[in-house]
């Protein structure tokens, strides 16, 4: 990485971007907000990379629920012995839907009945874009139930190839699913339109009013993750991403909520590479790091 581009990560310039445009709200204490780091792209055990979390300042991290005892043990010992909060991923890649569905709804019990440490919230991978309204409806109507029973706070996540992977296919969703609690991860949306959502205002903003967990990686029109956020030419969306999470905090800090963020900026080929050296372009754990401690200068006093 060049030195013009390193020297955005510092905490002058953090500083500046967290104060562009601030929101007009009051800044919460830190109890308030919850930052989870991702282990996707780590190449380590789990215990390190926990370590590695913490050593970071992040409050928690997200993980896809254990399937087998061995990793289930791993897990919450690495929790427990760096205390690190969790937040769980749960879905399915099976293509029969029955099958599909079974596996997901199996996993949704177990994160919610079996879980050492109670989890921050559940985050969904629910259902497939090809799947219909009233099969992926399935997936709703039993999260809902879950949670209602357990107390976890149940979301589904606005993802390319999942049932809300578009903002105009996610808008009858949640018009006609009241109990429908997203993760807002815009980025897919935006990949998807081909733009920043500028002609689906109305959408945009119901889906703020329904999103319950904030997964803050930057997409753009092409694209569902900038090459580095810090970069300039990305500044637009940017400051479209914040602007839409400022809406959610605003509405959470109002009710008394607990506020969630995974920083999620991916590895290679979420990161953008070098052609034929697979290079990334930029370092996806500093960039995780970056964004972590600029939410903490926007949101936390």
Request: aromatic share 10%; net charge negative.
């Amino acid at each position: 990485m060049n030195t013009a581009i390193a020297g955005l990560g510092t905490l002058s310039a953090i500083e500046t971007i967290a104060k562009e445009n601030a929101p007009s709200f009051e800044k919460v204490n830190a109890s308030s907000v919850k930052i989870l780091a991702t282990n996707w792209g780590y190449d380590g055990t789990v215990d390190a990379f926990c370590a590695a979390a913490k050593k970071e300042g992040y409050d928690g991290a997200e993980f896809w629920w254990p399937q087998n005892q061995k990793d289930h043990d791993e897990l919450f010992a690495a929790l427990k012995k760096h205390d690190l909060q969790v937040g769980f991923l749960c879905g399915s890649g099976l293509k029969d839907y029955a099958a599909h569905l079974d596996f997901f709804k199996k996993s949704i019990d177990a994160a919610t009945t079996k879980s050492e440490i109670k989890p921050l919230y559940i985050n969904c991978h629910s259902g497939r874009d090809h799947f219909s309204y009233d099969q992926n409806k399935a997936f709703i109507d039993h999260t809902s139930e879950a949670s209602e029973k357990s107390g976890i706070p149940i979301y589904h996540e606005t993802h390319r190839a999942r049932m809300l992977f578009a903002a105009h296919i996610a808008r009858n969703f949640i018009e006609k699913n009241p109990k429908l609690k997203l993760t807002l991860d815009i980025s897919h949306w935006c990949n998807v339109a081909e733009t920043l959502l500028e002609d689906q205002e109305e959408t945009v903003k119901l889906a703020l009013s329904r999103a319950g967990h904030i997964h803050a990686r930057i997409g753009h029109p092409e694209g569902p993750q900038v090459n580095d956020p810090r970069a300039p030419e990305w500044e637009s969306a940017l400051k479209a991403h914040l602007a839409w999470w400022d809406v959610v905090v605003e509405r959470k800090i109002k009710s008394g909520e607990q506020i969630t963020f995974l920083t999620e900026f991916g590895p290679p080929h979420y990161m953008p590479t070098v052609p034929f050296t697979n290079q990334p372009l930029a370092n996806q754990w500093e960039i995780n790091v970056f964004m972590m401690h600029l939410l903490r200068k926007r949101y936390i006093k």
